[in-house]
T-cell receptor, first 115, second 112 residues
Framework: GAGVSQSPSNKVTEKGKDVELRCDPISGHTALYWYRQSLGQGLEFLIYFQGNSAPDKSGLPSDRFSAERTGGSVSTLTIQRTQQEDSAVYLC?????????????FGPGTRLTVL | KQEVTQIPAALSVPEGENLVLNCSFTDSAIYNLQWFRQDPGKGLTSLLLIQSSQREQTSGRLNASLDKSSGRSTLYIAASQPGDSATYLCAVLGGSQGNLIFGKGTKLSVKP
């Protein structure tokens, strides 16, 4: 079956513009995660959805970042007024139930470059 | 706060060698530990998942061990091949939201 897909694969934007990144999880997976991979910083967790709910948004780096999930499926990560330090690869993952025994499956990521 | 460290940061070996990648974590209260592979420009591929109650998992030429009490895991790769060249990431599941906490990875290069 299809894996996690993300779009766009690459996004170049100018500082100050808003961007939207999309994630399509594996069908039937109720849990969805967003991570960010910056050069030299490793992978950091951003936000988690169980169904359409994100109970804790404290992992988002600033209030310019927001995320939503609709219909328990597709998720969108929005970055407003982008800054150069937002440049990174944004990875999405999904798992079957969100329980601790479930493997997280990752998408290929969106590479964001802010000029 | 959980921290995950991977040593070495980079490793270059000739084809055919057996090798060990190391991962350590500061808080032993984890649910599980996963090893991932990341190829340049690609996402992460899960290699092995070890539950906190388990000591090791094996898949083909890969064997991962977990010593939760000492906060350590190793990934053993037998008879390495050039196709094994990639960055290997260790991650523990222990965040309050079921999120993974990653090390910075070991970049492996296997030379023919």
């Amino acid at each position: 079956g299809a894996g996690v897909s993300q779009s766009p694969s690459n996004k170049v934007t100018e500082k100050g513009k808003d961007v939207e990144l999309r994630c399509d999880p594996i069908s039937g997976h109720t849990a969805l995660y967003w991570y960010r991979q910056s050069l030299g910083q490793g992978l950091e967790f951003l936000i988690y959805f169980q169904g359409n709910s994100a109970p804790d948004k404290s992992g988002l780096p600033s209030d310019r970042f927001s995320a939503e999930r609709t219909g328990g499926s597709v998720s969108t990560l929005t970055i407003q007024r982008t800054q150069q330090e937002d440049s990174a690869v944004y990875l999405c993952a999904s798992s079957l139930g969100g329980w601790h025994q479930d493997t997280q499956y990752f998408g290929p990521g969106t590479r964001l470059t802010v000029l | 706060k959980q921290e995950v460290t991977q040593i070495p940061a980079a490793l270059s070996v000739p084809e055919g060698e057996n090798l060990v990648l190391n991962c350590s974590f500061t808080d032993s209260a984890i649910y599980n530990l996963q090893w991932f592979r990341q190829d340049p420009g690609k996402g992460l591929t899960s290699l092995l998942l070890i539950q906190s109650s388990q000591r090791e998992q094996t898949s083909g030429r890969l064997n991962a061990s977990l010593d939760k009490s000492s906060g350590r895991s190793t990934l053993y790769i037998a008879a390495s091949q050039p196709g094994d060249s990639a960055t290997y990431l260790c991650a523990v599941l222990g965040g309050s939201q079921g999120n993974l906490i990653f090390g910075k990875g070991t970049k492996l290069s296997v030379k023919p």
